[in-house]
C-alpha cells in the first residue's frame, strides 16, 4: 500500500473518538494552528469501512482507547494492516500506563497521549510522526531508486560482458 | 429441666410472670458478674419495659425478641413461654455486630474508592475538551490582535482583552478542576491495591485537596514536610488513615484554629504527626478513641469506626499510632516502620484478603 509521498500535498490525519465534543475540539486546534486535513469519525468501524471504500493517503492516524464498537487498540492495528508505515497515536484517558505502555510494545504504536490532553504537547507529536511519516516514505523512494540503478547497472554490465565475450 | 439449662452454653434466665427470678444458669450468672449487676438486679440486662413482655409471653403464650446495649455489649434476647414461666434466652453478639459494622464500613471504602475513581475518569473527557477549547481561544485572540489594528480600534481591543481575561480566568478554574480530579483518583488508588513504595507527602497532599473546602478561613493549615524516602505501603490505606484523621482534627476545632501536619525519620521509621488546637479529648476517653463504635460526635456525624480501622490499618503496615492531647489540642502520631521483614509482609498479604482482618 505505498503511496507517492504527500511532500507538497496536505498531510492528512485520521481522527476516532466516540466522543464529538473531543474531536470538534483537537479538529478547531489544528484548524487556527496548522494546514493538516482532519478526517474525524465518531465510530472505528466506520471509520474503516470508508478507507475501505475510497482508497486514500493517510499520513497519521489518532485513536480514542475506549470506545462502545470497537477499542482503539483493535482498531489501530486494523489501521497498520492498511498503512503499515503510517504513525498510530493512542488517545487514552483510561487510566492505567502499564496497559497503553504494554499496547506500545504489542501493537507497535508511535505514542500515546493521556486525556486530558494538552494541546502543546499533541501538535508537538502529531508534527514530529509525520515528519517521521515523511522521511519513511522518502527513505522508501531512495531504497526503491537505489534497486532500480542497481538493475540498470547490472543490466549495463551484462552488456559490457556480451559485447566483450 | 433446671440441669439442662444449667449446663446451656448461653446465658438463660427463667422468671414467673411476676418478673421474679426462678433460676438462672452458669453462663448467666458468668455474664451478669462480667457486667458487675448482682442478681436481684438482672432486669437491667433485658430490654425497657421487661416486665409487660414476660407477661405477655406467659399469658399469650407467644415468643419476644429483643436486643440490649450495655457497656460496650450487645445482647440479642429471646423469650419464650416454658408453663407458667418465661425462659429468657441471651446470646452475646456484639462480636457479630463489630463485624458486621466493619464488614459494612469496608465495603462502604471500596465502594466509595469505585465511585470516586469512575467519576474521576468520567469527568477526564469532558474536562479535556474544555481545557483544549480554552487553550483554543486565547490562541485564536492571540492571532486575531495580529490580524487587526488594535491602535486604531479601540473597542476591539478592550473586548481582546476582555476574552483575554476571561480564559485565564477559565484555566485557574480548569487547573484547579483537574488538580480534585487527579486527587480523587490518587485517593482512591485503584490501581495500587497491592503494596507500592509511594511518596507518602503526595498522600497527604492529595488527602488534603479533598478536605481543604472544611478548613476555609476557619483554619490555618501549617505543613513542616522532612525529606523522606517512599513507602512501601498500601496507599490508598494509608490515605484514608490521614483523611480520618484530619476529618476529627478539623471537627475538633470550635472555632478558629491550626492544623500542623509534621513528617519525620529516624535510621528506622518515618513519623506523621497531624496536631489541631482543638478542644482535646478527656483523659478518661483516651483510652476509647479506638474501639470501634465509640464515637462523641452526634448520631449521623461520625460512624465512631474511623479510627478504629485507622488503627487497624496502620498495625497491618507493621506501624502504630500514638495520641498526646490536653485542652490545648491533640496530636495523632503514625509511626511507620522504613523496612518491614518478610514475614510480616506475608502476613499482610493474608490480612488484606480477610475482610474482618482478623
Known amino acids: 500500500m505505498s503511496r507517492e509521498p504527500s511532500k507538497h500535498n496536505i498531510p492528512t490525519i485520521l481522527l476516532v473518538d466516540d466522543e464529538e465534543m473531543v474531536l470538534t475540539s483537537i479538529k478547531s486546534f489544528f484548524a487556527i494552528e496548522s494546514d493538516y486535513s482532519l478526517l474525524t469519525y465518531t465510530s472505528p468501524v466506520q471509520a474503516l469501512a470508508d478507507l475501505e471504500q475510497t482508497p486514500r493517503s493517510i499520513d497519521l492516524v489518532i485513536s480514542d482507547y475506549l470506545m462502545p464498537e470497537m477499542d482503539g487498540l483493535t482498531f489501530l492495528s486494523k489501521v497498520k494492516e492498511r498503512f503499515p508505515l503510517v504513525p498510530r497515536i493512542l488517545l487514552t484517558g483510561y487510566a492505567d500506563k502499564k496497559n497503553a505502555i504494554n499496547a506500545i510494545n504489542n501493537v507497535g504504536l508511535y505514542q500515546y497521549i493521556e486525556k486530558p490532553w494538552d494541546n502543546g504537547n499533541l501538535r508537538l507529536v502529531v508534527r514530529n510522526g509525520l515528519e517521521k511519516t515523511l522521511l519513511l516514505r522518502q527513505l522508501q523512494n531512495k531504497i526503491l531508486e537505489a534497486e532500480r540503478t542497481q538493475r540498470e547497472l547490472s543490466d549495463v554490465h551484462k552488456d559490457v560482458m556480451r559485447a566483450f565475450a | 429441666m433446671v440441669e439442662v439449662t444449667e449446663i446451656f452454653p448461653f446465658p438463660i434466665l427463667e422468671c414467673d410472670v411476676a418478673g421474679r427470678l426462678v433460676s438462672v444458669n452458669a453462663k448467666c450468672r458468668e455474664l451478669l458478674g462480667e457486667l458487675g449487676i448482682p442478681q436481684d438486679q438482672f432486669f437491667r440486662i433485658l430490654p425497657g419495659r421487661y416486665l409487660s413482655i414476660i407477661k405477655r409471653v406467659v399469658k399469650e403464650g407467644e415468643t419476644h425478641e429483643g436486643k440490649k446495649r450495655i457497656q460496650g455489649h450487645v445482647l440479642r434476647i429471646v423469650c419464650i413461654p416454658s408453663r407458667e414461666h418465661a425462659l429468657i434466652f441471651i446470646n452475646d453478639v456484639t462480636r457479630d455486630e463489630e463485624f458486621q459494622t466493619q464488614l459494612i464500613q469496608s465495603e462502604k471504602m471500596a465502594s466509595l474508592g469505585l465511585l470516586a475513581a469512575g467519576v474521576a475518569h468520567e469527568i477526564n473527557t469532558p474536562m479535556g475538551a474544555i481545557r483544549s477549547n480554552n487553550d483554543i481561544l486565547s490562541r485564536a485572540v492571540g492571532k486575531m490582535r495580529h ?211 482478623r
Open chain 2, 147 to 357: 490580524l487587526v489594528d488594535t491602535q486604531h480600534n479601540r473597542e476591539l481591543n478592550r473586548l481582546l482583552g476582555i476574552l483575554d481575561d476571561v480564559c485565564r480566568n477559565n484555566n485557574v478554574a480548569t487547573e484547579r478542576i483537574m488538580s480534585i480530579v487527579g486527587s480523587l483518583k490518587n485517593f482512591a488508588r485503584l490501581d495500587e491495591a497491592e503494596r507500592k513504595k509511594v511518596d507518602i507527602h503526595e498522600g497527604l497532599d492529595s488527602t488534603l485537596t479533598l478536605v481543604r473546602h472544611e478548613l476555609t478561613n476557619r483554619i490555618q493549615l501549617i505543613k513542616q514536610y522532612a525529606e523522606l524516602p517512599d513507602i512501601e505501603c498500601f496507599p490508598n490505606q494509608l490515605n484514608q488513615v490521614f483523611m480520618n484523621i484530619m476529618v476529627n482534627a478539623i471537627q475538633a476545632i470550635p472555632g478558629h484554629g491550626t492544623i500542623t501536619i509534621k513528617t519525620s525519620r529516624d535510621h528506622a521509621s518515618v513519623k506523621i504527626a497531624i496536631s489541631d488546637s482543638g478542644t482535646g479529648i478527656a483523659p478518661e476517653n483516651l483510652g476509647k478513641v479506638f474501639d470501634p463504635g465509640y464515637t462523641t460526635k452526634g448520631v449521623g456525624v461520625g460512624t465512631g469506626l474511623g479510627l478504629s480501622i485507622s488503627y487497624k490499618i496502620v498495625q497491618n503496615h507493621g506501624g502504630k499510632i500514638d495520641i498526646e492531647s490536653s485542652s490545648q489540642g491533640s496530636t495523632f502520631t503514625i509511626t511507620l516502620p522504613l523496612k518491614d521483614s518478610h514475614e510480616s509482609r506475608t502476613k499482610q498479604a493474608q490480612h488484606s484478603h480477610d475482610p474482618a482482618g
